[in-house]
């Protein structure tokens, strides 16, 4: 079993900055691809970033720019920058990482953590 733990949410004002992390543990063989997700009240979840355990990156449109997501595959932890945070960021956003183990492929989710930007 695989846990992560997201930290780092809040409340900041518009053009504000956050940054997240999540770390995981448990019984980590290795994981392949990190990425952070969203969901805001009333609307589906949706991907936000998402890093290869090579370090390649991609982003939603509406992050581009703004947002950067690394990790640090020693500390099992990946993070999310945010920048110029917008009202229409407000959501709870989730980790997301894909484990391999010798007889498995699977996919672990956090528990999330809430971030509000104020207008």
């Known amino acids: 079993q695989v846990q992560l733990v997201e930290s780092g949410g809040g409340l900041v004002q518009a053009g504000g900055s956050l940054r997240l992390s999540c770390a995981a543990s448990?019984?980590?063989?290795?994981?392949?691809?990190m990425g952070w997700y969203r969901q805001a009240p009333g609307k589906q979840r949706e991907a936000v970033a998402r890093?290869?355990?090579?370090?390649?990156?991609n982003y939603a449109d509406s992050v581009k720019g703004r947002f950067t997501i690394s990790r640090d595959n020693a500390k099992n932890t990946v993070y999310l920058q945010m920048n110029s945070l917008k009202p229409e960021d407000t959501a709870v956003y989730y980790c997301?990482?894909?484990?391999?183990?010798?007889?498995?492929?699977?996919?672990?989710w956090g528990r999330g953590t809430q971030v509000t930007v104020s207008s």
């Open positions: 890093i290869t355990s090579g370090g390649s990156t």
């Open positions: 997301n990482a894909e484990h391999a183990s010798f007889s498995s492929l699977r996919d672990y």
């Open positions: 448990g019984s980590i063989f290795r994981l392949n691809a």
